[in-house]
């Protein structure tokens, strides 16, 4: 089976792009914008609407493959690419990926995918969106030219070992950490709330004080609201580097806040996201090792997730092999290819640590579906409901695609001979 054209069109995505940086230094809502001017270059504004390219593959037996470019909410901070404009990444796609594509034979997934991540512009490597969503489209043309679902054939091709079944999902609550919680607990959601903890005033308190009073408020609900007695969900907040800001990057300070919140959060096991942001890649994984050691010393089993200055497979490689993480966010987008997220969600996981198969709110149903796919391919530890902060959206695209998929793979299996 051959690609017999390349296509692209501009499409939305499920929220918007944000300024972290503006955010962070102290940038005020005005209404669901914010009022200011932006200060991360690419940025025409504070938040600005997200883009998308979706990339359809015409295959020459009439049908289409299609993935999606898209990149994370907070673009250009922790050593990412920049903002991303779907006008600009469809000129390179027609320019440097097309040639390679239009005309390819369908063989393996890992050698045409390597190829395309491998693409370049005269500037350098092409967008990570761009890698991103053009992968996503090869991997379904694979699946499709062999009949088999996106899944299974990476669960072939990478020999993961893994029986297709659903992976535990995360939800995040946006700015409305307190509905948006209680729709999470009503529908029993494995890991939860995210909380989007980004300004230190108004959304972590100067001595860490807000971030308590509602992790108390969590803890209470799930307690009343739970459908069923069991439930007992994962708590995982994102801080985006505001802890370090409010305790003035005092390591055993921050450590001894985070243990607080452990005690807080008890009996649920606790997760906490990028409480420190260092500045770059080496000096963060030494301030997680450092902070780690700091919980083990006072006995906390509050864990940590690494996710900004992690941004590639190579870094994914360092943080794990230096002991800078409990949990890894393989943030797709950021890897670029998707076969990226494909190696590094199966090397943490081979390292026994917690493989979070993330991404963002600002992505497509698209990418959230094949993501899905991957995630159960891999055995990751959970995966992210995406796209959009509503909650019941994301919810249900991955947790239909991780459904539908799963009961495809049990009938394959049903109908297999038994062998004597």
Known sequence: MKIVEVLTEPVRTGFFADDQA?????????GFTYAGSPVTPGFSAIRQAGEALSVMLLLEDG?????????????????????????????DIEEHLTPLLA????????????RVDAGRSATGPLHTAVRYGVTQAVLDAVAQSRRLTI???????????????????????????????????LKQVDVLPHGLINNVDTK???????????LRWLVERISRLRPVSGYLPRLHFDTYGTVGLAFGGDVDAVARYLARLGDIAAPHELIIEHPIDAGDRQSQIETYVRLRAALNRIGSPVKIVVDE?????????????QGAADVIHVKTPDLGGINNTIEALLLVRDRGLVAYCGGTCNET??????????????GAG??????????????MIVGNEMARVTAIAAARRARQPVLP
């Not at 005309?103 to 390597?114: K, Q, T």
């Not at 959970?382 to 919810?395: F, I, N, S, T, Y």
Request: hydrophobic share 40%; with cysteine; net charge negative.
């Open 309 to 321: 200055w992690c941004n590639t497979l190579e870094d994914i490689e360092m943080f794990v092999d």
């Open 204 to 214: 972590l308190g100067r001595q860490g004080e807000l971030l308590e009073e509602y």
């Open 22 to 30: 503006a955010i962070r230094a102290g940038a005020e809502h005005d």
């Open 63 to 91: 049908s289409v493959a299609h993935g999606d470019c898209a990149a994370v909410q907070y673009s250009g901070a922790g050593g990412r690419d920049p903002v991303f404009s779907a006008a600009a990444a469809r000129r």
């Open 151 to 185: 899944a299974e054939v990476v669960r072939d091709e990478y020999a993961t070992g893994v029986d297709l079944r659903p992976v535990p999902m995360f939800a995040q609550t946006g700015d409305d950490r307190y509905g948006n919680a209680e729709k999470m607990i």
């Open 365 to 378: 149903d698209r990418s959230a579906q094949i993501s899905a796919q991957v995630a159960m391919a891999c």
């Open 382 to 395: 959970q995966v992210l409901a995406k796209p959009g902060m509503g909650v019941d959206e994301g919810l």
């Open 103 to 114: 005309g390819a034979e369908l063989g393996s997934f890992r050698e045409l995918a390597a």
